[in-house]
């Protein structure tokens, strides 16, 4: 495997589309499509990646020891990382996850994620693969409802006037502005859901994944 898979293979692991992978960096996604592509080294961005998201240059070059200086995440009773929330989704009550009254049943110290609002166990098949039941998310919350990565998969949290909906589903652009398109990732899962935009309460950004065996 060479150094340009590699970095392929951490970008889908951090669950970030190229687009969103450049962003991160500071790079354009064009650099980073010819990185993977192998018609460029990634010895530019090795520091960038390092800083970012704690992933060891050393792997990433020669494929030797971990992926991330850190040996993974680090679970801990006190308050320090990510919290996890095992909760359903469908019986999150409130307009926000920082509502919850509930105390975390403990921290996710992973520094990829830590700049997330919480972990979320995953239940049901409907936006499998890309999120399969039993799986961990991390989201992040956007307060900027107006800014929304056309094709990537959120939580959706909204009022009465969407039906209450706690969902996790990609989001597209609907032709009229005042309203989302929601769809499944899983192809048995047919036909779009339509929104109104006021009627969301809280939005959150699925940036990755963890299984419950790495917990």
């Given at each position: 495997m060479t150094e340009n898979q590699r970095l392929k293979i951490?970008?889908?692991?951090?669950?970030?589309?190229?687009?969103?992978?450049?962003?991160?960096?500071?790079?354009?996604?064009?650099?980073?499509?010819?990185?993977?592509?192998g018609r460029n080294s990634v010895d530019g961005i090795l520091e960038l990646l390092?800083?970012?998201?704690?992933?060891?240059?050393?792997?990433?070059?020669?494929?030797?020891?971990?992926?991330?200086l850190d040996a993974g995440p680090e679970i801990s009773e006190a308050p320090a990382g990510v919290p996890y929330f095992n909760v359903e989704l469908s019986k999150?009550?409130?307009?926000?996850?920082?509502?919850?009254?509930?105390?975390?049943?403990?921290?996710?110290?992973?520094?990829?994620?830590?700049?997330?609002?919480?972990?979320?166990?995953?239940?049901?098949?409907?936006m499998y693969p890309k999120?399969?039941?039993g799986e961990i998310i991390a989201v992040k919350e956007i307060n900027n409802h107006e800014v929304i990565l056309w094709g990537e998969a959120y939580l959706v949290i909204t009022n009465a006037g969407s039906n209450n909906l706690r969902t996790i589903k990609l989001l597209f652009e609907h032709p009229d502005p005042s309203k989302i398109i929601l769809r499944s990732s899983n192809p048995n899962y047919k036909g779009d859901t339509v929104i109104e935009r006021g009627t969301i309460f809280s939005l959150y950004i699925i940036k990755g994944k963890i299984t419950r065996s790495q917990m």
């Open positions: 951490l970008r889908e692991i951090l669950n970030l589309s190229q687009g969103e992978f450049s962003i991160a960096i500071g790079r354009k996604q064009g650099s980073v499509s010819d990185i993977e592509r390092k800083l970012k998201f704690n992933v060891n240059p050393v792997w990433l070059k020669t494929g030797e020891g971990e992926m991330f999150i009550q409130e307009k926000n996850l920082s509502m919850l009254e509930e105390e975390p049943e403990y921290y996710v110290n992973f520094r990829p994620f830590n700049d997330c609002t919480a972990y979320l166990p995953v239940y049901g098949d409907s999120y399969a039941s």
